[in-house]
């Protein structure tokens, strides 16, 4: 990728008014980062979320600054700058909704690594906990997983360091920039972490980790993992929050069972009570549950549909559609775009292709599914 691409992908999410969302509507529409700062204001309104205003006040020049000065300092410190575009960015997070479109990563694991575990739980870890995390990792060792937590006090921070011992790669979701490593007390393990995994974050250089960001770094913990485990949970607290999460985006959640009397178990007890988690006892509920006892993988076992089509019928512009919508009943024609990254101006064209092939049909509301 070339550095002018990356200056306006940066950039991008810079502009005012900009979010997440928005920036993969603009690219949808406009086909890259860069044609959205060169593109008529007349066409920019054509867009769906575009208003009047954001027109506007349209003024790249700050923002383009700014990107400078964000990429010289990624070059410096060694961090990669990874828009959802590029094909290192992590594809299980490439197509929810609420993802960042913008990751600073710094590390050297293969963020689309086949097997991904998230490993959370609550700061005031008891002994219980701190002997289940540390079994649950050793466990897995068997299938080499990346082990994915919040960098915080309690069962995260022994997530990392369970894993650490073990030898499996660990990544550390930071609610801070990419220079700030918070707690501080943890530098020492994020420093080992990067000999083997790595430290990711949504927030630019300098970021401090005030209150919001927590729960919003939950999401890219609920949405790296295959599965979440909770191992110890308050009633409330990040991580139930997680737990939600993963629910919305159709994750696996597991819990482990503890003390009824305990406050700490309060939460995975109540997850596992209600159905919001299969209950976690020992690595093979695991297995079972994502299919690791079979020869299959877990991302080739949901995918197995896909048996059903010959891959050689299509091209790799429809074959990336057709495995979209075999992983949900239906989607929307500006979801779909960003989704399979496929610009709307050409994406009609390849939907209508698929209908005449006999393979998808469009719904009301701008809607596609499979026949």
Not at 4 to 32: M, N
Not at 283 to 311: C, G, H, I, M, Q
Not at 324 to 338: F, T
Request: charged residues 20%; proline residues 6%.
């Amino acid at each position: 990728m070339s550095s002018d691409s990356l200056l306006y992908e940066v950039a991008l999410g810079l502009l005012p008014g900009v979010g997440d969302l928005l920036t993969r509507q603009l690219i949808s529409y406009c086909g890259s980062a860069k044609a959205v700062f060169t593109t008529p204001k007349g066409k920019l309104l054509k867009i769906p979320g575009i208003g009047p205003t954001f027109v506007q006040n349209f003024n790249p020049t700050p923002a383009l600054q700014q990107a400078e000065t964000t990429i010289k300092l990624a070059e410096e410190q060694q961090v990669q700058l990874l828009f959802y575009t590029n094909p290192a960015y992590p594809n299980r997070l490439k197509h929810l909704a609420d993802a960042p479109c913008l990751l600073f990563y710094k590390g050297n694991v293969d963020l689309n690594h086949s097997k991904m575990v998230s490993i959370v739980g609550t700061r005031q870890a008891t002994d219980y906990g701190r002997r289940i995390t540390e079994k649950i990792v050793t466990d897995l060792q068997k299938h080499q997983p990346v082990i994915v937590s919040g960098l915080a006090y309690g069962i995260d921070i022994l997530a990392h360091r369970a894993a650490v011992a073990a030898g499996l790669p660990t990544l550390g979701i930071m609610a801070s920039g990419p220079d700030i490593i918070y707690p501080a007390v943890h530098r020492k393990t994020a420093e080992k972490m990067l000999e083997n995994g790595g430290l990711i974050t949504e927030n630019t250089f300098g970021t401090k980790p005030d209150a919001p960001r927590f729960p919003a770094r939950n999401r890219i913990i609920a949405g790296l993992g295959d599965c979440t485990i909770i191992v110890e949970a308050a009633i409330k607290g990040g991580a139930l929050i997680t737990a939600d999460i993963a629910h919305s985006y159709n994750r696996d959640v597991m819990a482990v069972p503890g003390n009824i009397d305990n406050a700490v178990s309060e939460g995975c007890n109540f997850l596992i009570k209600t159905n919001k988690a299969a209950i976690y006892t020992e690595l093979r509920d695991l297995e079972e549950l994502l299919n690791w006892d079979n020869a299959l993988a877990p991302s080739t076992a949901k995918f197995s549909k896909a048996s059903l089509y010959n891959v050689e019928e299509f091209e790799p512009d429809e074959w990336q559609i057709i495995k979209l919508l075999l992983s949900m009943k239906e989607e929307l024609i500006d979801n779909i775009a960003w989704k399979v990254q496929i610009p709307v101006s050409r994406l009609a064209s390849v939907l209508l292709g698929l209908e005449f092939k006999g393979v998808v049909k469009s719904l009301p509301g701008k809607k596609y599914a499979l026949v």
